[in-house]
């Protein structure tokens, strides 16, 4: 079984709401806290609150999207989380959808890997105490960040397909993927990471999972829960060609089916908590050593408290 975390199964509007997804990271065997790109409040400033409130807890983002922040501003965001922590923080980057690139940059990246790695070259040397000189074809950045004494950064890449597989295996320190099947992990997001690795001489970066999931139950809705978490990145192109690739087909218009789908495909786990529990291992078997518990379609359905709960079983079936 790989280790397992929790995401924060909300865009929280308050960041007293962290508090006690924060609280069951500290007191249970889950090893991280995890957010995604919050819209209301910045993840950053929710984890800073968290470790101010006495839950210092390791933390990571998974992922924060590039035209939103300069990498020297990412950079200080994540060495403040570290140092507010007192742990190792996890950077998850990833550059978005074209449309939202377009929306927030005024154009979207003319190269997707060249962006993200010019975006990872300037935070990582910034991070490392390096003065930094570039002028690459997106980011441009000469500064140096003064020294302070701080866990590691970890620089993490949002993956779902071969080229940013490789990518991340040449210069990430984790790679994290987002509703994809243990297969496709293993039959195509490992192997290209390999390669990547290879290439670059440095050993394979950490891969972490966000798996989407749900206990069953006879009153439960799998339509409604699945579209509740993940609808948006359904319509999104990188993750129906993902999903694509890994034999699901996503289909708008038959919502129900699509849903089936997914759920037979491995890219949405559902059963009582120890079918979950096996179908995590079979992440593990693929190569990932952090399985994410992203419980968002029941915090959408059913409110936080019935996710922290759930959290709590599927945790507790883990640990049998």
Known sequence: MPSLSVLL?????RHEQILSFAALVQWTSAVRLWQGQALSLDPHHSFVFAAGAGFRVPMGTGVTLMPLRHP?????????????????FVAGIGPGGIDFQRNIAGAAYGSQLKAVREYVTAMRGLLDGEEVDLDGEHFTAHDVLPPLPTPPVEIGLGVLRPAMARLAGEIADVAITWLTPASYIRDVIVPAMEEGAKQAGRPLPRLVAMVPMFVAQPDRDPTRIVLQSNAGHLMLPHYVDMLTRSGIEIDPQQPVETVKRLISGGAFLTGDP??????????HAAGVEEVV??????????????????IETILGQAAL
């Open 9 to 13: 199964p909300m865009m929280p509007t």
């Open 72 to 88: 020297h501003d990412a950079a200080v965001h994540a060495r403040s989380v570290a140092v507010a922590s007192g742990h190792p």
């Open 274 to 283: 120890e079918e979950i529990g096996r179908q995590m291992g079979e992440f």
């Open 293 to 310: 518990i992203n419980l968002t379609g029941v915090a959408g359905s059913y409110g936080p408290q019935a996710a922290l709960s759930e």
